[in-house]
């Protein structure tokens, strides 16, 4: 029996603990890096420059179209966010966690308390899926395959879906993200190199979207 089936019906925080730390964060001295840009759909390419710096900004330059550009800083700021190292008593301290039922996707873990309402799942040490209310939405993330880094874990392909919190119906089309990391130096810390979001097209399988980021001859800001 895995250690999950245990803390089914129980009190499972210390298991959900683990498996939030275990998630890759930068460190708290981490400043920034800078590199190339491009963005393509298939159709059209454009390549820029940017940064991030330590305070999550991202400068994107040399790109005129203005979408675009908004669109890179904003993928660099969503990647880097959850790169932040914040504590589990910081995020979870007001709520509660009890064990639910068992599938596939490893133990479901109930919260309640501040987030009640919210829900996760946690195998081998990993969250697995994501189901939170978070700016009038319920987002659901189920993650599909993760990078070991040595000092945790990145999610490498993922879908995401928003929901209604009141009907509970999807609101847009569901994404599937495809992301790959790269080590700064020998060590670390990683950040992004490619990011591929398709977003489905329910009516028309054989019509979904495709957009591309990469980030190349990436550097550690001084």
């Given at each position: 029996?895995?250690e999950?089936?245990?803390?089914?019906?129980?009190?499972?925080?210390?298991?959900?603990?683990?498996?939030?730390?275990n998630?890759y964060?930068?460190?708290?001295?981490?400043?920034?890096?800078?590199g190339?840009?491009?963005?393509?759909?298939?159709d059209?390419?454009?390549?820029g420059?940017?940064?991030?710096?330590?305070?999550?900004?991202?400068?994107?330059?040399?790109?005129?179209?203005?979408?675009?550009?908004?669109?890179?800083?904003s993928?660099?700021?969503?990647?880097?966010?959850?790169r932040?190292?914040?504590?589990?008593?910081?995020?979870?301290?007001?709520?509660?966690?009890?064990?639910?039922?068992?599938?596939?996707?490893?133990?479901?873990?109930?919260?309640?308390?501040k987030n009640?309402?919210?829900k996760?799942?946690?195998?081998?040490n990993?969250?697995?899926?994501?189901?939170?209310h978070?700016?009038?939405?319920?987002?659901?993330?189920?993650?599909?395959?993760?990078?070991?880094?040595?000092?945790?874990?990145l999610?490498?392909?993922y879908?995401?879906?928003y929901?209604d919190?009141?009907?509970?119906?999807?609101?847009?089309?569901?994404?599937?993200?495809?992301d790959?990391?790269?080590?700064?130096?020998?060590?670390?810390?990683?950040?992004?190199?490619?990011?591929?979001?398709?977003k489905?097209?329910?009516?028309?399988?054989?019509?979904s979207?495709?957009?591309?980021?990469?980030?190349l001859?990436?550097?550690?800001?001084?």
């Amino acid at each position: 029996m895995s250690e999950e089936n245990s803390y089914i019906g129980k009190n499972c925080s210390k298991l959900f603990k683990a498996a939030y730390e275990n998630r890759y964060t930068w460190d708290t001295n981490f400043c920034g890096y800078k590199g190339i840009c491009t963005w393509t759909n298939g159709d059209e390419e454009v390549q820029g420059l940017f940064s991030l710096g330590k305070d999550l900004k991202a400068n994107v330059t040399e790109i005129e179209n203005e979408i675009i550009s908004k669109a890179i800083s904003s993928q660099l700021w969503e990647v880097a966010i959850h790169r932040v190292k914040r504590s589990f008593d910081q995020v979870h301290g007001e709520n509660t966690f009890l064990g639910g039922d068992m599938n596939e996707l490893g133990l479901e873990v109930l919260v309640g308390g501040k987030n009640s309402g919210d829900k996760y799942r946690i195998k081998d040490n990993v969250v697995t899926m994501v189901y939170r209310h978070i700016h009038g939405n319920i987002v659901e993330i189920f993650t599909k395959e993760t990078i070991e880094t040595g000092s945790g874990y990145l999610s490498r392909k993922y879908t995401s879906q928003y929901y209604d919190t009141t009907t509970k119906l999807p609101k847009g089309n569901r994404s599937i993200f495809v992301d790959e990391f790269v080590p700064l130096n020998e060590n670390g810390p990683w950040a992004l190199s490619t990011r591929t979001i398709e977003k489905e097209n329910p009516n028309n399988n054989n019509n979904s979207s495709i957009e591309k980021y990469c980030f190349l001859n990436l550097s550690i800001l001084k």
